[in-house]
């Protein structure tokens, strides 16, 4: 992917308040990515309508320590597991875990 912010198949606004095109969503970090990332959340301003997969690879230009596990990764809305596809709306709350691993 393009490190030229003028070629993201997407936007993040770095600005403090959301337009009406805009919209905000907090992500939290589990486990062992607290440490990859260096904090327990993070919020940003996308585009409306915006999917979590395009989210997560957001998450990832921001914290690349994250991106070995893109495949992996383990993401909720709420408190349910959702899809790449999964649709956000103002105000979500995305949280990322690593695989679970056990016996």
Partial sequence: MSKNKNDFRFQILLTAHCSPLTM??????????????????????????ETLGNVH?????????????????LKAVGVDYQTDEFVLSDGDEVSLFPPVQGG
């Fill in 24 to 49: 905000r969503v907090t992500v939290k970090f589990w486990s062992y990515f607290r440490n990859l990332t260096e904090c327990d959340e993070t919020s940003l301003e996308v585009n409306k309508d």
């Fill in 57 to 73: 690879a957001a998450v990832m230009e921001k914290f690349p320590k994250l991106a070995e596990m893109k495949n992996s990764t």
